[in-house]
């Protein structure tokens, strides 16, 4: 028998898309007032392809599921871009050239 991967173990994420009726803003304007969003159960969002609502629960699983996913995209963002190798070195100061000042030898 051939072992399995810990597929059962991790959540997957949905893709998930804004609702077409409400335009991802969960309330649809009514003639007097506002009304809840029948299509995507009042949250704005939907499966992407299939449009199908998700149930609260999967709904903020899936959306903490994205924020950290964006959380992690901006925190490598705000690094910055890092230097490696050669390029790493010509930039840093070796104080060699006169006065203490970088001497990259061209």
């Excluded at 304007?29 to 969003?37: D, K, N, R, S, Y």
């Excluded at 070796?94 to 000042?101: I, K, M, T, V």
Aim: charged share 20%; net charge neutral.
């Amino acid at each position: 028998m051939k072992k399995a991967h810990a597929h059962g173990f991790r959540k997957e994420q949905i893709e998930l898309e804004q609702c077409l009726t409400c335009k991802g803003k969960a309330v649809v304007q009514g003639v007097f007032h506002e009304l809840a969003c029948v299509d995507c159960n009042c949250s704005g969002w939907v499966m992407a392809g299939s449009r199908l609502t998700i149930s609260t629960d999967e709904l903020v699983t899936q959306l903490s599921l994205r924020l950290q996913q964006a959380q992690r995209e901006i925190e490598v963002l705000q690094r910055g871009p890092t230097l490696s190798g050669p390029a790493e070195y010509y930039q840093q100061n070796n104080r060699r050239g006169a006065g203490g000042s970088n001497y990259t030898g061209d």
